[in-house]
């Protein structure tokens, strides 16, 4: 796989959604953050993106409606280390009657890098019916504005090509 290289003035174009210093608990044995981690780190940008731009009262309300990730590829660019304080920044790729495509980046505030991407497809569901379902109208018009801030940066969205909505 080719090495992707990111400026991190870009990625900060993106407004944060999650910010926080690691803990000496997320260490692994080898000293720095362990892959565990990365997951839970880009599951709290979604969730903040989510409270952001007012979609997550929509599926926390609805009880018949949420989320599921049906894909994810994770690329580790920079080591984190404990103390570290990083925020995860999403973008929005592209989305579909059911299913959307995001690109999460994780910044580091103290080597002033980007130290990971998170690529994921989700998908909305019935909870009732255990199945997808299309995406509420109200949730629809906002990933589109999201999706056009995402087409209008200057920079081209590094995924990994064989993920889609």
Request: net charge negative; glycine share 6%.
């Amino acid at each position: 796989m080719p090495r992707i290289v990111l400026d991190p003035a870009d990625v900060r174009q993106l407004s944060a959604t999650y910010t926080t210093t690691i803990p000496e608990d997320y260490l692994d044995s080898m000293g720095h953050m362990n892959v565990m981690w990365y997951t839970h780190l880009f599951s709290m940008g979604f969730v903040g993106m989510m409270k952001r731009i007012g979609l997550a009262d929509i599926f926390e309300n609805d009880e018949d409606g949420g989320s599921f990730a049906l894909e994810t590829h994770i690329r580790y660019l920079s080591e984190v280390r404990v103390g570290h304080t990083i925020n995860v920044h999403p973008r929005m790729i592209s989305r579909s009657e059911k299913r959307f495509h995001f690109l999460y980046f994780m910044t580091n505030d103290d080597k002033q890098d980007v130290s990971a991407t998170y690529e994921t497809v989700g998908t909305y569901v019935s909870l009732k019916q255990r199945r997808t379902a299309p995406l509420p109208k109200e949730v629809t018009g906002k990933m589109d504005r999201l999706i056009a801030e995402s087409e209008s940066l200057s920079w081209e969205a590094p995924v990994c090509g064989i993920m889609s909505a």
